[in-house]
C-alpha cells in the first residue's frame, strides 16, 4: 500500500525538546517505520524549513521524507502556519496527481486542511489524527491559547469530512462527537513506544542517595512541571530533576525562580535537553516520575516510562487515564498538595513501587508496541479503501 503522512510543523527528522517538537515528531516517525516494516511504501510531507534542506530524503527501508515548500523556508511557530496551507495543498495536490497514495493520513489539524483539499478532486481518501485539539486547549489555556481564531471551526469541518478519525484515545472520543463527528467514522489507536529502546533493564544514569523525582518533556507551562516544583515543598529529603527544554526557553528560567522562593534551589536541578538515546537510562535512575499537564492528548513519556518500570503518577486527564489507570498513580492536574501526598506514598512503599513497576511493563509490552500500532491503522486504512486495493491488487498494480 502507498501510505502518505501528512505532518505539516512536526518533521520525523526534527530534534525533539523543542517548543513545537515533541510527541508528534516521534509518533509520525515511528509509525512511518512500523508501517513500512509491514511491507508498505510510506511518504512523510513536511513543510521545508531551511533552504538547505534537499527536498527528498530517505529516512529507512520504505520510507521517505518529502519537504514540502510552503511559506518562507525557515522555522516558523506552528500557530503562524495557517496562511501557508493553501500552497501546502497544492503542492500534495500535484505530487498525488502524478502517483496518487492509496490513503493519506494526516497528523494535526492543519495537516487535515491541508490533506482534504488536495484530496479533494483527486478522490484520495484521507484519515485524521488530530494529536491535540482545539476545544481543549481554549478551556485549558483561554486566553493565553495562541491558536488562530479559525482554529476550532477548521477542525470541526476536518473532522467530519475525512473518511476516517482516528482517535488516540477514549477521552478524545467524547471531545470528537461533541464537535459533530460520526461515531462510525472514529477509531481508537494508541500511540506507541519503542520496546526496544524504553525497557526496564539497561544503562542507568548516575545519581546521589537521595529519592529521585524525575520530570521529563517539553518546556510549556501546559505541562504542569511548576506544579511538580510545589510539591517538592512537601517531600522533604527528595530531589526533583527536571530534562527538557532548549536555549532561549523561557520556561526553565520561571521554574528555577519559583524553586528559588521555595527554598528549594538544592533538590531541584533542571538539565536541559537530553538526548533521546539518553533518556531510558535518566528515567531508570528515578524512583518515581511525575507527569501532571493541564491536558494530555496521549502522553508519550509517560508511556516510555512505564516501558522503563519506573512508577508513574499522573494527572488524570487524557490519555493518562488509558495507560497509566490500574498500573500508575492518578492525581487531578494543578493540585501540588494530592501529588506531594502521591509522591510521598510512594517513596515510602518500595513494594507498591515495585508491583507498578511490574504492572507498567507488562501494560506497555501488552498494548502499545510499535508493530501492535502499525497493525491497527492498517486495519483502519484496509477498511477506508479495501476495494480500490483489491481492484490493485487483482490489476497486478
Not at 20 to 46: I, S
Not at 194 to 216: K, N, T, W, Y
Not at 243 to 264: I, V
Amino acid at each position: 500500500m502507498r501510505i502518505a503522512l501528512i505532518s505539516e510543523h512536526a518533521s520525523p527528522l526534527a530534534a525533539l525538546g523543542g517548543v513545537d517538537a515533541g510527541g508528534q515528531n516521534v509518533h509520525v516517525a515511528a509509525l512511518a517505520a512500523a508501517l513500512a516494516a509491514r511491507g508498505n511504501d510510506v511518504t512523510v510531507h513536511t513543510r521545508r524549513t531551511s533552504p538547505d534542506q534537499p527536498d527528498v530524503v530517505p529516512v529507512a527501508p520504505g520510507v521517505t521524507v518529502e519537504h514540502v515548500p510552503a511559506g518562507p523556508p525557515e522555522p516558523v511557530p506552528k500557530d503562524e502556519l495557517l496562511p501557508y496551507m493553501p500552497e501546502f495543498a497544492d503542492h500534495l495536490a500535484g505530487r498525488w496527481r502524478a502517483e496518487p497514495p492509496h490513503v493519506a493520513h494526516a497528523h494535526f489539524w492543519m495537516s487535515g486542511l491541508a490533506a482534504l483539499t488536495a484530496a479533494d478532486d483527486l478522490g484520495v481518501p484521507v484519515a485524521q489524527t488530530f494529536h491535540a485539539l482545539g476545544t481543549v486547549k481554549r478551556r485549558w489555556q483561554g486566553d493565553a491559547d495562541t491558536s488562530p481564531p479559525d482554529r476550532i471551526a477548521i477542525e470541526r469541518d476536518v473532522g467530519r469530512r475525512a473518511l476516517a478519525v482516528i482517535a488516540t484515545c477514549g477521552d478524545e472520543v467524547k471531545e470528537l462527537l461533541a464537535m459533530g463527528v460520526p461515531d462510525e467514522r472514529i477509531a481508537v489507536v494508541p500511540c506507541g513506544v519503542d520496546l526496544e529502546l524504553f525497557r526496564p533493564d539497561g544503562p542507568v544514569a548516575p545519581r546521589g542517595g537521595r529519592p529521585r523525582v524525575l520530570s521529563i518533556g517539553r518546556m510549556v507551562p501546559r505541562k504542569g512541571v511548576d506544579t511538580v516544583v510545589s510539591a517538592m515543598r512537601l517531600v522533604p529529603g527528595a530531589e526533583l530533576v527536571i530534562a527538557g527544554g532548549t536555549d532561549g526557553d523561557e520556561e526553565p528560567e520561571r521554574l528555577r525562580a519559583l524553586a528559588g522562593a521555595f527554598g528549594l534551589t538544592d533538590r531541584v536541578r533542571l538539565i536541559g535537553s537530553v538526548g533521546r538515546a539518553e533518556v531510558p537510562a535518566l528515567m531508570r535512575s528515578a524512583d518515581v516520575l511525575a507527569t501532571v499537564p493541564w491536558y494530555e492528548p496521549f502522553g508519550m513519556v509517560t508511556l516510555e516510562a512505564l516501558a522503563c518500570g519506573v512508577p508513574v503518577v499522573a494527572s488524570s486527564v487524557g490519555g493518562h487515564l488509558d495507560t497509566v489507570a490500574g498500573c500508575g498513580v492518578l492525581v487531578p492536574p494543578r493540585k501540588p498538595r494530592a501529588l506531594s501526598r502521591a509522591l510521598c506514598d510512594l517513596l515510602d512503599r518500595p513494594e507498591l513501587r515495585a508491583a507498578l513497576s511490574a504492572a507498567g511493563v507488562r501494560r506497555a509490552r501488552s498494548r502499545y508496541g510499535w508493530p501492535l500500532v502499525a497493525a491497527q491503522t492498517e486495519s483502519v486504512y484496509r477498511d477506508m479503501v479495501g476495494e480500490r486495493l483489491d481492484g490493485v491488487a487483482a490489476a497486478g498494480g
